[in-house]
Protein backbone atom coordinates (compact mmCIF):
# COMPACT_ATOMS: atom_id res chain seq x y z
CA UNK A 1 0.00 0.00 0.00
CA UNK A 2 1.41 3.07 -0.97
CA UNK A 3 0.16 6.77 -0.88
CA UNK A 4 1.30 10.49 -1.11
CA UNK A 5 0.95 11.44 2.46
CA UNK A 6 4.28 12.97 3.31
CA UNK A 7 2.37 16.34 3.64
CA UNK A 8 0.57 14.39 6.48
CA UNK A 9 3.17 12.81 7.99
CA UNK A 10 6.60 15.01 7.72
CA UNK A 11 4.68 18.31 7.77
CA UNK A 12 6.32 20.08 11.89
CA UNK A 13 2.64 21.00 12.19
CA UNK A 14 0.94 18.19 12.40
CA UNK A 15 3.86 16.89 15.08
CA UNK A 16 0.85 16.84 17.90
CA UNK A 17 -0.37 13.80 15.45
CA UNK A 18 2.32 11.69 13.67
CA UNK A 19 4.74 11.61 16.13
CA UNK A 20 5.81 9.04 18.90
CA UNK A 21 5.85 11.58 21.81
CA UNK A 22 3.45 13.92 21.13
CA UNK A 23 1.93 14.21 24.87
CA UNK A 24 5.10 13.39 26.17
CA UNK A 25 6.07 16.33 27.72
CA UNK A 26 2.14 16.27 28.85
CA UNK A 27 1.02 15.56 32.40
CA UNK A 28 -2.59 15.66 34.15
CA UNK A 29 -4.11 15.56 37.11
CA UNK A 30 -5.10 11.60 38.68
CA UNK A 31 -7.94 10.81 41.30
CA UNK A 32 -5.54 11.56 43.85
CA UNK A 33 -4.76 14.81 42.50
CA UNK A 34 -1.15 14.18 41.71
CA UNK A 35 0.54 14.77 38.49
CA UNK A 36 0.90 11.82 35.91
CA UNK A 37 3.26 12.17 33.08
CA UNK A 38 2.14 10.52 29.90
CA UNK A 39 4.52 8.20 28.52
CA UNK A 40 5.87 8.42 24.71
CA UNK A 41 3.91 5.45 22.42
CA UNK A 42 6.06 2.33 20.68
CA UNK A 43 5.50 4.45 17.62
CA UNK A 44 3.37 6.32 15.04
CA UNK A 45 2.73 6.91 11.89
CA UNK A 46 2.31 5.24 8.56
CA UNK A 47 1.81 1.90 10.10
CA UNK A 48 -1.18 3.25 12.36
CA UNK A 49 -2.70 5.50 10.26
CA UNK A 50 -2.73 3.46 7.03
CA UNK A 51 -1.80 -0.31 7.49
CA UNK A 52 -4.61 -0.59 9.73
CA UNK A 53 -6.90 -0.30 6.32
CA UNK A 54 -5.34 -3.14 4.10
CA UNK A 55 -4.67 -5.83 7.57
CA UNK A 56 -8.62 -5.17 8.34
CA UNK A 57 -9.76 -5.61 4.76
CA UNK A 58 -7.68 -9.08 4.79
CA UNK A 59 -8.67 -10.43 7.92
CA UNK A 60 -12.64 -9.55 6.52
CA UNK A 61 -11.71 -11.42 3.32
CA UNK A 62 -10.48 -14.90 5.90
CA UNK A 63 -13.98 -14.45 7.48
CA UNK A 64 -12.93 -17.32 10.18
CA UNK A 65 -11.74 -16.96 13.88
CA UNK A 66 -9.02 -19.54 13.63
CA UNK A 67 -7.60 -18.65 10.35
CA UNK A 68 -4.27 -16.37 10.15
CA UNK A 69 -4.00 -15.90 13.85
CA UNK A 70 -0.34 -13.88 14.16
CA UNK A 71 2.30 -15.13 16.60
CA UNK A 72 5.37 -13.44 15.54
CA UNK A 73 6.03 -10.41 13.57
CA UNK A 74 9.67 -9.02 12.53
CA UNK A 75 9.67 -5.27 10.65
CA UNK A 76 12.07 -2.62 9.60
CA UNK A 77 10.92 0.98 9.78
CA UNK A 78 11.80 4.14 8.18
CA UNK A 79 10.82 7.45 9.27
CA UNK A 80 10.36 11.45 8.70
CA UNK A 81 13.52 13.52 9.05
CA UNK A 82 11.17 15.90 10.92
CA UNK A 83 8.45 14.25 12.53
CA UNK A 84 9.86 11.39 13.04
CA UNK A 85 6.83 9.33 12.02
CA UNK A 86 7.76 6.22 9.90
CA UNK A 87 7.06 6.56 6.50
CA UNK A 88 8.15 3.34 5.47
CA UNK A 89 8.12 -0.07 6.32
CA UNK A 90 8.64 -3.85 5.64
CA UNK A 91 7.00 -6.46 7.48
CA UNK A 92 6.50 -10.22 7.81
CA UNK A 93 4.72 -12.07 9.67
CA UNK A 94 3.39 -15.70 10.95
CA UNK A 95 0.74 -16.99 12.21
CA UNK A 96 0.02 -20.08 14.04
CA UNK A 97 -1.94 -22.40 11.15
CA UNK A 98 1.47 -21.56 8.99
CA UNK A 99 0.05 -18.84 6.76
CA UNK A 100 2.57 -15.79 6.25
CA UNK A 101 2.34 -12.23 5.44
CA UNK A 102 4.63 -10.67 3.16
CA UNK A 103 3.55 -6.71 3.93
CA UNK A 104 5.18 -3.34 2.52
CA UNK A 105 4.10 0.86 2.92
CA UNK A 106 5.13 4.00 1.76
CA UNK A 107 4.05 7.37 2.16
CA UNK A 108 6.78 8.79 0.05
CA UNK A 109 4.50 8.50 -3.62
CA UNK A 110 4.47 11.53 -4.79
CA UNK A 111 1.61 13.72 -4.80
CA UNK A 112 -1.70 14.05 -3.14
CA UNK A 113 -5.71 12.67 -2.84
CA UNK A 114 -6.23 16.78 -2.14
CA UNK A 115 -3.70 18.51 -4.84
CA UNK A 116 -4.70 19.46 -8.15
CA UNK A 117 -5.05 16.78 -10.19
CA UNK A 118 -5.22 14.54 -7.38
CA UNK A 119 -2.92 11.04 -7.30
CA UNK A 120 -4.48 8.18 -5.13
CA UNK A 121 -3.62 5.91 -2.86
CA UNK A 122 -2.26 2.32 -4.49
CA UNK A 123 -2.85 -0.89 -3.16
CA UNK A 124 -1.81 -4.56 -4.04
CA UNK A 125 -3.33 -7.80 -2.59
CA UNK A 126 -2.00 -10.80 -3.23
CA UNK A 127 -3.69 -13.59 -1.30
CA UNK A 128 -2.17 -17.40 -2.25
CA UNK A 129 -3.37 -20.40 -1.31
CA UNK A 130 -3.55 -24.25 -2.46
CA UNK A 131 -6.30 -24.04 -3.95
CA UNK A 132 -5.93 -20.69 -5.75
CA UNK A 133 -5.43 -17.01 -5.47
CA UNK A 134 -7.12 -14.07 -4.82
CA UNK A 135 -6.44 -10.35 -6.64
CA UNK A 136 -7.27 -6.99 -5.44
CA UNK A 137 -5.56 -3.79 -6.31
CA UNK A 138 -5.28 -0.44 -7.61
CA UNK A 139 -5.34 3.24 -7.55
CA UNK A 140 -8.13 4.49 -4.90
CA UNK A 141 -8.97 7.13 -6.73
CA UNK A 142 -9.73 5.30 -10.20
CA UNK A 143 -12.37 2.36 -9.96
CA UNK A 144 -11.69 1.43 -13.42
CA UNK A 145 -8.05 0.38 -12.59
CA UNK A 146 -9.12 -2.86 -10.83
CA UNK A 147 -11.49 -5.43 -9.59
CA UNK A 148 -11.41 -8.59 -7.48
CA UNK A 149 -10.11 -11.20 -9.40
CA UNK A 150 -10.22 -15.11 -8.32
CA UNK A 151 -8.14 -17.71 -10.27
CA UNK A 152 -8.54 -21.44 -9.15
CA UNK A 153 -5.79 -24.23 -9.11
CA UNK A 154 -7.00 -26.97 -10.96
CA UNK A 155 -3.83 -28.75 -12.47
CA UNK A 156 -4.38 -30.73 -15.71
CA UNK A 157 -7.79 -29.01 -16.02
CA UNK A 158 -8.64 -26.30 -18.61
CA UNK A 159 -10.00 -23.92 -15.93
CA UNK A 160 -6.45 -23.97 -13.82
CA UNK A 161 -5.40 -20.39 -14.05
CA UNK A 162 -8.21 -19.27 -15.54
CA UNK A 163 -9.27 -15.54 -13.99
CA UNK A 164 -13.19 -15.20 -12.28
CA UNK A 165 -14.40 -12.02 -11.39
CA UNK A 166 -16.61 -13.07 -8.16
CA UNK A 167 -17.98 -9.30 -7.43
CA UNK A 168 -19.29 -9.20 -11.18
CA UNK A 169 -23.16 -10.40 -10.35
CA UNK A 170 -23.17 -8.56 -6.72
CA UNK A 171 -21.81 -4.96 -7.09
CA UNK A 172 -20.46 -2.83 -9.41
CA UNK A 173 -17.39 -4.21 -10.66
CA UNK A 174 -14.21 -2.12 -10.03
CA UNK A 175 -11.59 -0.77 -7.93
CA UNK A 176 -12.95 0.54 -4.29
CA UNK A 177 -10.59 1.11 -1.22
CA UNK A 178 -11.08 3.99 0.31
CA UNK A 179 -13.38 6.79 0.41
CA UNK A 180 -11.41 10.06 0.49
CA UNK A 181 -14.71 12.05 0.27
CA UNK A 182 -14.98 15.34 2.31
CA UNK A 183 -17.85 16.47 0.89
CA UNK A 184 -21.25 16.19 2.19
CA UNK A 185 -21.60 13.57 5.01
CA UNK A 186 -17.85 12.84 4.55
CA UNK A 187 -16.20 9.39 3.69
CA UNK A 188 -17.61 6.21 3.75
CA UNK A 189 -15.45 4.73 6.02
CA UNK A 190 -16.56 7.76 8.86
CA UNK A 191 -20.27 7.07 7.84
CA UNK A 192 -20.11 3.18 8.86
CA UNK A 193 -18.02 3.77 12.09
CA UNK A 194 -20.63 6.32 13.24
CA UNK A 195 -23.55 3.70 12.12
CA UNK A 196 -21.91 0.88 13.95
CA UNK A 197 -21.27 3.54 17.28
CA UNK A 198 -25.20 4.27 17.48
CA UNK A 199 -26.30 1.22 16.68
CA UNK A 200 -27.54 0.84 20.30
CA UNK A 201 -29.38 -2.24 18.69
CA UNK A 202 -26.65 -4.24 17.31
CA UNK A 203 -26.30 -7.60 18.52
CA UNK A 204 -24.29 -10.51 17.98
CA UNK A 205 -25.80 -12.91 15.44
CA UNK A 206 -24.90 -16.85 15.61
CA UNK A 207 -25.90 -18.48 12.36
CA UNK A 208 -25.60 -21.99 11.92
CA UNK A 209 -24.88 -23.84 8.24
CA UNK A 210 -26.78 -26.22 7.23
CA UNK A 211 -27.44 -29.73 8.67
CA UNK A 212 -24.41 -31.00 6.23
CA UNK A 213 -21.82 -28.40 7.32
CA UNK A 214 -23.74 -28.38 10.87
CA UNK A 215 -19.38 -28.48 12.33
CA UNK A 216 -19.36 -24.85 10.82
CA UNK A 217 -20.55 -21.88 12.13
CA UNK A 218 -19.84 -17.87 11.76
CA UNK A 219 -20.52 -15.07 14.31
CA UNK A 220 -21.46 -11.50 12.61
CA UNK A 221 -22.55 -8.29 13.93
CA UNK A 222 -26.00 -7.18 12.95
CA UNK A 223 -28.16 -4.43 13.12
CA UNK A 224 -31.81 -4.60 14.84
CA UNK A 225 -33.83 -6.63 11.49
CA UNK A 226 -30.48 -8.75 11.19
CA UNK A 227 -30.18 -7.14 7.40
CA UNK A 228 -27.20 -4.89 7.79
CA UNK A 229 -23.65 -6.47 7.99
CA UNK A 230 -20.89 -4.81 10.14
CA UNK A 231 -18.23 -6.46 9.03
CA UNK A 232 -15.15 -5.15 10.94
CA UNK A 233 -15.89 -6.66 14.50
CA UNK A 234 -13.54 -6.34 17.52
CA UNK A 235 -11.71 -9.52 16.07
CA UNK A 236 -10.66 -8.18 12.86
CA UNK A 237 -10.21 -5.02 15.17
CA UNK A 238 -7.69 -7.35 17.85
CA UNK A 239 -5.57 -9.22 14.59
CA UNK A 240 -5.13 -5.64 13.46
CA UNK A 241 -4.24 -4.07 16.56
CA UNK A 242 -1.65 -6.94 17.30
CA UNK A 243 0.37 -7.13 14.21
CA UNK A 244 0.80 -3.38 14.03
CA UNK A 245 1.87 -2.66 17.67
CA UNK A 246 4.25 -5.94 17.10
CA UNK A 247 5.66 -4.21 14.15
CA UNK A 248 6.52 -0.96 16.01
CA UNK A 249 8.02 -2.84 18.86
CA UNK A 250 10.19 -4.90 16.60
CA UNK A 251 11.33 -2.00 14.58
CA UNK A 252 12.84 -0.52 17.59
CA UNK A 253 14.08 -3.51 19.22
CA UNK A 254 15.81 -4.99 15.37
CA UNK A 255 14.26 -8.59 16.21
CA UNK A 256 11.20 -10.48 15.47
CA UNK A 257 8.50 -10.23 18.26
CA UNK A 258 5.98 -13.02 19.70
CA UNK A 259 2.35 -11.98 19.82
CA UNK A 260 1.00 -13.40 22.95
Not at 84 to 89: N, P, R, V
Amino acid sequence: MNGGLMWLFDDPKNHSWVSRTPWNNASSDGDDGNKTKTLPMTGNGYGWGQLAHVLAWIYGVLGHNEVAVPTKVYCNMGHAPHTGADISLAAVITCSDGITFSVSGTALLPGSQYADPPVGKRINIEIFGMDGALLYGGDDRIPESGRLELRRSAPGKKEDGQAEYPCSDILEDGFYFEDGDQEGKGPGSMRVFLDACKSSAARYHHSMASEKNSAMSSETLVDQNGSTTLVNDSLIGLRTVQIIDAMYKSSLSGTAVDIQ
